[in-house]
């Protein structure tokens, strides 16, 4: 069958023949995470909004709804009032994507049999379900997630691999998908899970609109690491590390060996090196290392700037001790990582 085409001006926009209008349902309860809720209910709505207006669509790619096991409102974990449209009892009919928030209310919901019952039922009417942060913990007592991988917040995954042995907890990806379950980590990752699903639906273009209406700087795929170095080792206690720790991270190229870095804070080298794996939890080297993959990270995934300057500018001093350094700890070369994770490169 051919597209139909409409003008607009001096453009010619396609009109899909097969425009219809895809449900998503938002599961919320008192006290979880407003931003999981409104984060990915925003990314489908205005690609709703964007379809219809910019691209000629007659009908809303998306209707976006809120369920909890009571309908009306329910207050959030910030102290904030959303209002469920409808209690899940009162929710039939086909769905396109269930949702399912997280947050501290979750320990709560876990006891809702109702809630979990209801998860559980949904698997044959719904094309995908999936968890925003500790939202994966509703998933896993509903049995969903039992034999797949998954994710959640870093905090918790632990704690989920701990409560549910039949899930292969994974602790660094942003999100994770296992047939049609998706799961996703803490908070903000809950949008990256939704562009994605979104670029699924309509493709990188209507996407990438979207996460530039959002202002989102960059589209995190799906296999980036969840949180940075600063926040997977610890900030030391005693001053001078903390001050180092900040310096360090504005100064990749310089000398940044232990003698140097032990003249920085006033200590002989041994003695340093002893302090730091203390306060830190790693050794300098390997700190030092993991920043200037991180910052080498940053600008393959965001630049076109060459391997070699990247790797000078970032401290390396050559590509080929960054494609060690790459090696040891992400298991891919530069060139392979820009591949996957650079927009603009593939675009």
Known sequence: MKQKSKRRGSEIENISPNSRTRRI??????????I????????FGRAARLLTEERGWHVPA????????????????SGIRV??????????????????????????????????????????RTRRICSVCTGAFLLAEAGLLDGLSATTHWRQCDRLAANYPAVSVE??????RAGKIFTSAGVTAGIDLALALLEDDHGRDVALAVARELVMFLRRPGGQSQFSVQLSTQQ???????????????????????????RR??????????VFIREVGVTPGTYVENLRVEAARRRLEESVDGVDWIASACGFGTRESMRRAFIRTLHVPPSAYRSRFNQKLSA
Do not use: C
């Open 83 to 124: 209002i469920a449209d409808r209690s899940i009892a009162q929710v039939r009919g086909p769905i396109d994507t269930i949702l399912v928030a997280g947050g501290r209310g979750t320990t709560t919901a876990l006891r809702d049999r109702a809630m979990i019952e209801w998860l559980r039922g949904s698997m044959r």
């Open 171 to 176: 602790t660094d990806p942003i999100f994770v």
């Open 36 to 43: 999981d809720i409104t984060g990915p209910l925003e990314v």
């Open 25 to 34: 349902v938002m599961v919320a309860f008192p006290d979880a995470q407003i």
């Open 265 to 274: 804070a006033a200590m002989s080298p041994r003695n340093f090196a002893r």
């Open 62 to 77: 998306y209707t976006v709804e809120i369920a909890a096991t009571k309908a009306g409102a329910l207050t959030t974990s």
């Open 236 to 262: 030391a206690d005693r001053e001078p590390i903390r001050d180092l720790q900040r310096w360090v991270a504005d100064h990749l190229g310089a000398d940044l060996s232990v003698e140097a870095l032990a």
